[in-house]
């Protein structure tokens, strides 16, 4: 298996880099945190060439004595191992080496995954947004949609207004993941009003992830609860639908994992509740859904999104062989 010479390298991953910045919308911080990886990557290659057993001496060593004389914890190395994974795709998609020489496959993370942190409630993670942010303030929204919408940092930032369409039947808005992919994510209802507002500019939520993660860590200081960052109202989004009895498909829709493992993995609750609970205003595909259903979700949804809201109207009741059905809409 060819690898990549060491003459090379450094011009591939700074091109690498650059292209994942500006695709992936990376604060200062994290366009250093990979430079660093890579810098230390090469500082320990030395002369060598990059290749599968080169990468497997980095991460061995990494395991026995770490690069000062510490070993790296677990989830430490397997960043480094998707690092690795993502560069060498990349080069792949450029034609720069063949599927057969992408060796980031064969470099198998550990099977063991740390018990989660005990995360706040659904309705704490509103709080502590709001007791970190000021009425009005673009992080307000940013993060709550982010909680409602389990968008990722870099899908966030890439909302532009010639994505964002409102005068669809179910507004939504169009975000760019990881490697490009293109993803519709429907708007929840209690944000329409407030991305119309910003319509006419470029970026909707111009948002830096180093801000955001301190105001995060005020607002949970200021009610003592348990500190949270951006990444994480992602996982308590999901463990919210959990709770509330959505399948996992369901879940796995709302994060937009390929893989339902990883869906899962990142489900904190340890009873699933596997019985089928749509979504009002995460899945795409839905007309209408049983009337217990719409109920116990009614139930049990946060007050803040039902609440004196007036613009969630019933407009059709159905009643056929199966049940009754009822229909939602915004206006």
């Not at 677990?74 to 480094?80: F, K, L, T, V």
């Not at 409602?148 to 005068?167: H, M, P, W």
Request: charge should be positive; hydrophobic fraction near 35%; aromatic fraction near 8%.
């Amino acid at each position: 298996m060819k690898g990549l010479p060491n003459q090379g390298l450094k011009a591939y991953v700074s091109e690498y880099l650059s292209v994942v910045a500006d695709e992936q919308n990376l604060s200062v911080r994290q366009r250093k945190n990979r430079t660093y990886a890579f810098n230390r990557i090469q500082a320990f290659l030395a002369e060598r060439d990059f290749t599968f057993d080169t990468t497997r001496e980095y991460l061995n060593q990494l395991r026995t004595k770490g690069l000062n004389g510490k070993p790296w914890q677990q989830n430490s190395i397997n960043a480094e191992i998707l690092l690795i994974r993502a560069f060498l795709t990349y080069l792949q998609k450029r034609k720069i080496i063949s599927p057969e020489e992408n060796w980031g496959q064969m470099i198998e993370k550990s099977k063991h995954h740390p018990k989660h942190r005990e995360l706040p409630t659904f309705a704490d993670a509103v709080k502590i947004i709001i007791a970190g942010t000021k009425e009005g303030n673009i992080y307000r929204d940013g993060l709550l949609f982010t909680l409602d919408t389990g968008v990722r940092y870099c899908e966030l930032r890439s909302i532009r207004k010639n994505g964002v369409f409102l005068q669809a039947s179910i507004p939504y808005v169009v975000v760019h993941a990881k490697m490009g992919d293109e993803h519709e994510i429907d708007i929840p209802y209690q944000h329409i009003d407030k991305i119309r507002e910003r319509k006419d500019i470029d970026e909707i939520f111009p948002l830096r992830a180093d801000t955001a993660n301190d105001l995060l860590k005020e607002g949970a200081r200021k009610l003592n609860l348990p500190k949270i960052t951006l990444h994480d109202l992602r996982r308590i989004g999901a463990d919210n639908l959990d709770d509330n009895g959505a399948s996992t498909r369901s879940v796995q829709t709302f994060l937009r994992h390929k893989s339902i493992t990883t869906t899962e993995r990142y489900i904190s609750s340890g009873l699933r509740k596997r019985h089928q609970i749509g979504m009002m205003y995460h899945d795409r595909n839905r007309s209408s859904l049983p009337l217990e259903s719409i109920l116990s979700m009614i139930e049990n949804m946060d007050k803040r999104i039902i609440g004196n809201n007036e613009k969630l109207v019933m407009n059709v009741i159905e009643k056929n062989e199966k049940g009754m059905t009822i229909k939602f809409s915004a206006k």
